[in-house]
């Protein structure tokens, strides 16, 4: 593999409004890299500069992500206990399941 040629690829959910300038920072440090925002229609507008959008909804699908949705149940400690958009259990499965789209984005 040509690490130089791999994408820098970030994924989120929600409206944080640091993905701005994390965004920014990572095209100015990496002129020449692809780099791709993973989001969700909710942080869509803090892309810019030659960084590219994909929904990961998009990416969404495949054999092993339904069997993953399907089989998937949440274990959490006591001090596993965070305010999360949507609620930890929406957090804890997207967690897991960013995984399934992140592999698309890199093909």
Do not use: C
């Not at 002129?31 to 990961?56: A, E, M, S, T």
């Not at 092993?64 to 089989?71: A, H, P, S, Y």
């Amino acid at each position: 593999m040509n690490l130089d040629s791999s994408p820098i690829i970030f994924i989120h959910y929600g409206p944080a409004h640091y993905l701005k300038w994390t965004l920014m920072a990572a095209r100015r440090t990496n002129p020449d890299k692809r780099i791709v925002l993973l989001g969700d229609p909710n942080n869509r507008r803090f892309v810019g500069g030659g960084v590219q959008f994909v929904d990961f909804e998009t990416l969404a699908g495949g054999e092993k992500e339904r069997e993953f949705q399907k089989v998937f149940q949440i274990i959490q400690g006591e001090r596993h206990r965070f305010n999360k958009p949507d609620g930890i259990k929406i957090w804890l499965k997207f967690v897991f399941r960013r995984w399934f789209p992140v592999k698309q984005a890199r093909q």
